[in-house]
């Protein structure tokens, strides 16, 4: 057992003054610890929260100019770059991530390596590879389908390999060359096809989806969270809060992209797109917050120059864009907890798992202090 002394605790359920005691990978008490921990640390002045939940990564990426470079390395490779991956976002207080699309069973072997302690990392939570139809946005490394059946049978593919969500792919993409950003790819029919699969082992659902006609698509298929969803406009959003569809905006995704440009080795064709979506996104945005659509954080990390160690820079992002401090912390705990069908992460609370970061700053004050954590535990072991 150890006990973080002498901090103000700050997450979804208010800011209170008061000890945690952490013991075998959970949160023993909050308030009323032993006075003979078997070890400590010394928080106080500054502030303990919950460990970040990302709900959209790549772990098969790493923030290079052209993803599609990677097009054909080795499995052991791909390896490597997880690896290291999750630990740069372990290091940046990220303790759970959400893979919405790698090669193979990349990030699944990874989830189960995390799990077994072989590899340190965040929690992973992962979708095997997403389903796309035939030529679709991120065709070479998804699971090909087209119809109904062969729609299915991708889903079952995933389910076999033990796959947390479904990802799929609603709409084109921006680092697709040839895919056309906002256009439907999978039909509405093949959504729902997607959803009753998965559903019928309890399994949710992510959808890629930039346009409006393909994320409308989504919501009324019973989508349980649409990524990026660039184009949004208010009748969506609202379609969305009906349903209690999440919304994960992935900000950091498009900036990358945009502030680094071609100069950077971008491909120009994305940069085109990423400059395009940019202005309508912001505007997704705000007819997001106006409907009341649930927001979950994610970052779509391993994309142009959207590296993991940066993960924390997406609750700044989302404040500049109209969400407050708490409601920037609820969507990188509490929300992406609930997305991922997590009740035992985001919070500190007695039970939780040990999940925790240690701060200089209150995050209710100063968004940007979740960049430099002074502490990280993971798992009621401390990684930094």
Not at 108 to 117: F, I, N, Q, Y
Not at 152 to 173: E, H, I, N, P, Y
Not at 336 to 357: H, K, N, P
Request: aromatic fraction near 4%; proline fraction near 4%; charge should be negative.
């Amino acid at each position: 057992m150890f006990v973080i002394r002498g901090g103000t605790v700050v997450d979804a359920d208010g800011t209170r003054e008061a000890d945690v005691a952490v013991e075998d990978g959970r949160i023993a008490a909050v308030g009323d610890v032993p006075d003979d921990p078997d070890d400590e640390i010394d928080a106080t002045g500054r502030f303990v929260a919950p460990g970040l939940v990302d709900a959209h990564v790549h772990v098969m990426m790493d923030g290079r100019a052209d993803p599609g470079e990677i097009d054909g390395d080795s499995d052991a490779t791909l390896a490597y770059r997880a690896t290291a991956n999750l630990r740069n976002a372990l290091d940046a207080g990220v303790t759970t991530v959400r893979d919405l699309g790698s090669a193979g069973t990349l990030a699944l072997d990874a989830r189960d390596a995390v799990a077994a302690g072989t590899l340190d990392g965040p929690q992973v939570v992962a979708c095997g590879q997403g389903v796309v139809m035939t030529g679709g946005h991120g065709h070479w490394f998804g699971r090909e389908a087209d119809g109904v059946p062969e729609v299915k049978k991708a889903v079952r593919k995933q389910l076999k390999r033990g796959a947390d969500v479904v990802k799929c792919m609603a709409t084109g993409g921006v680092l697709t060359e040839g895919a056309l950003t906002g256009m439907p790819e999978l039909d509405e029919e093949e959504l729902e096809t997607v959803v009753e699969t998965a559903g019928a082992k309890r399994v949710p659902t992510a959808a890629h989806a930039h346009g409006t006609e393909g994320i409308k698509n989504a919501v009324r298929a019973g989508i349980s969270s649409v990524e990026h969803g660039t184009f949004m406009d208010r009748e969506a959003t609202e379609l969305m809060a009906d349903r209690g569809t999440y919304w994960v905006p992935t900000a950091k995704a498009l900036y990358g992209i945009v502030e680094a440009g071609t100069e950077a080795g971008i491909p120009e064709f994305a940069v085109e797109k990423a400059e395009e979506a940019k202005e309508a996104w912001e505007d997704a945005f705000e007819y997001a917050l106006d409907a009341g659509v649930p927001i979950a954080m994610g970052t779509d990390a391993g994309t142009p120059f959207n590296f993991f160690a940066d993960i924390p820079e997406e609750l700044e992002l989302m404040v500049n864009h109209g969400l407050s401090e708490r409601q920037a912390l609820e969507a990188a705990t509490v929300n992406a907890a609930d997305l991922l069908g997590l009740d035992d992460v985001g919070t500190v609370s007695e039970g939780a798992r040990a999940d925790l970061v240690v701060l200089d700053e209150n995050p209710l004050d100063d968004v940007t202090t979740w960049q430099s954590p002074t502490r990280v535990v993971c798992r009621g072991t401390t990684v930094r």
